[in-house]
């Protein structure tokens, strides 16, 4: 079988390493000609972890990343602290954290390692036929190729070539909040926890990293005036301090999802099928069960295809509305929303039923397994 894997990412590298093990040998190929040294996904769920358990890159992914202790919420001047039991997964921490810098090159490494071939970078895809597969790739020096492929397979972000090329609509709308995200130092925040500031001018986040550091993400509200480059005032809060950032970035989020995951010969994986708010660290790790879940039904046939797309769909969906109300609940401003985290926020270490729920939901478990039956089960975050 003739596959393209049309981006080079996490999720395109996780399908290629996924398909290696499965017997097949697909080419990959990426417009940018280097990997991003930047990173903008962080978490690394216990599902995820026990998808690429498979390929052999579970355990150096764990072995680099740091292991979060738990969640600290700041609420005015007091802090309530959610400790991760990591007893959600039998085998595996509930969430870790690794840049997806680092989280890409190992599964680059991996697939080094097996003897895949490497992904061909600078090479963009121009043109698509969905109901053929023939496609035409521009290579650095200008040179158009045209190819012919059984399966086209879409792994090429939120602006993606593939499913602009099949005229799939991705339904859904930009956020009015702002982003603003950052790594440097801080001082004043719980060490190993995800420091949370909920509701300050729109709620701020702050990531431990591995080897020191913090990533620091600010939400502003729609009425918040242009950033100015490498401004940080929006990170200095009540007992802590952020300073000297190494890198510095300022964008908006939005959720959307594609109306089909498949049509044709194409299939649509990771942010080019679903796009949603960071909160709860969902998009890179339902990304890269997507690919694990899709290699696994591709040897199966178009039934298995079918199922995987309609599955994976159900689960970014359920993924969307919970992350929707998660970042609705950490930047309301108005009364009522205060009144409802704050009470929610003091609840949580103290009824042990809802925090385990609420760690089986950060570390993926209430979504199917990518070899299960897929169906989503109804346990998890309440709806």
């Known amino acids: 079988m003739r596959i393209l894997v049309v981006g080079a990412g996490p999720v395109g590298l996780a399908l290629a390493l996924a398909l290696h093990r499965q017997g097949l040998a697909p080419r990959q190929v990426d417009k940018a000609p280097t990997p991003s040294p930047w990173s903008k996904a962080l978490g690394i769920q216990a599902r995820t972890l026990e998808a690429l358990d498979p390929l052999g890159v ?15 919420f700041r609420l005015g001047g007091a802090k309530q602290a959610f400790t991760l039991r990591h007893a959600a997964h039998p085998r595996f921490p509930s969430m870790v954290i690794l840049p997806q810098s680092e989280t890409e090159r190992l599964l680059a490494e991996r697939l080094a390692a097996v003897g895949a071939a490497p992904p061909e970078r600078g090479v963009e895809l121009v043109s698509l036929n969905v109901s053929t597969g023939a496609v035409e790739l521009r290579h650095p020096d200008g040179r158009v190729e045209a190819a012919d492929y059984d399966l086209v397979l879409g792994c090429d972000g939120a602006h993606s070539a593939v499913r602009k090329a099949a005229g799939i609509v991705f339904e859904g709308a930009r956020y009015e909040e702002k982003l603003v995200l950052a790594d440097g130092r801080a001082e004043g925040l719980e060490p190993d926890y995800i420091n949370i500031f909920p509701g300050r001018g729109g709620g701020a986040f702050f990531f431990p990293l591995p080897h020191g550091g913090w990533r620091a993400v600010a939400m502003l509200p729609p009425d918040a005036p242009p950033v100015p480059d490498e401004d940080l005032r929006h990170f200095q809060l009540p007992g802590m301090r952020f300073h000297d950032a190494t890198w510095w970035s300022a964008f908006r989020i939005s959720h959307r999802l594609a109306e089909t995951y498949r049509t044709g010969r194409i299939a649509l994986l990771g942010d080019a099928a679903h796009i949603h708010s960071p909160a709860g660290g969902q998009g890179m790790n339902l990304g890269i069960q997507d690919a694990c879940a899709l290699a696994l039904a591709l040897p199966r046939g178009e039934t298995a295809l079918a199922e995987w797309a309609e599955t994976r769909r159900a689960v970014a969906r359920t993924v969307l509305a919970r992350t929707d109300r998660l970042t609705a609940m950490v930047s309301g401003r108005n009364a009522a929303v205060r009144l409802l985290r704050g ?41």
């Open 58 to 72: 579970a355990d150096s992914l764990q072995s680099a990343a740091l292991h979060v202790r738990g969640v600290t």
């Open 343 to 383: 009470v929610a926020l003091r609840l949580v270490p103290r009824l042990p039923p809802l925090a385990a729920r609420l760690e089986r939901a950060l570390a993926g478990m209430d979504y199917p397994a990518v070899d299960g039956p897929g169906r989503l089960p109804s346990s998890g975050i309440p709806t």
